[in-house]
């Protein structure tokens, strides 16, 4: 069974950086894409970023040139470093995966079966 979990969320002020974390376990896939995914209060959850096993990223267009998606193989730990933040950028941030490569249409979150339970962003003005 998949397990991840996520870290790293809080309370910061708009232009500040954060970097979250999902540990991972459980998976035996041969290939995955993994993702993060923001979900902020009263609208859909939507993707972000996500990576696979070789390290190709995708990103949404929001998020490119702020958000930097990474993995740690060694430690099945996937990351996701956020600059300048934005208080658009406020919400529940999941991590999220499935087996498979990250083609396009991947940041869409209908695609993935195995998620976390999430870790607050919160952005201040």
């Known amino acids: 069974q998949v397990q991840l979990v996520e870290s790293g969320g809080g309370s910061v002020q708009a232009g500040g950086s954060l970097r979250l974390s999902c540990a991972a376990s459980?998976?035996?896939?041969?290939?995955?894409?993994m993702g993060w995914f923001r979900q902020a209060p009263g609208k859909e959850r939507e993707g972000v970023a996500v990576i696979d096993i070789d390290g190709r990223a995708r990103y949404a267009d929001s998020v490119k040139g702020r958000f930097t998606i990474s993995q740690d193989n060694a430690k099945n730990t996937l990351y996701l470093h956020i600059d300048t933040l934005k208080p658009e950028d406020t919400g529940m941030y999941y991590c999220?995966?499935?087996?498979?490569?990250?083609?396009?249409?991947?940041?869409?979150?209908?695609?993935?079966?195995?998620w976390g339970q999430g870790t607050q962003v919160t952005v201040s003005s």
């Open positions: 999220a995966a499935r087996p498979g490569d990250c083609q396009t249409g991947s940041l869409m979150p209908w695609l993935y079966g195995d």
């Open positions: 459980g998976y035996t896939y041969s290939r995955y894409c």
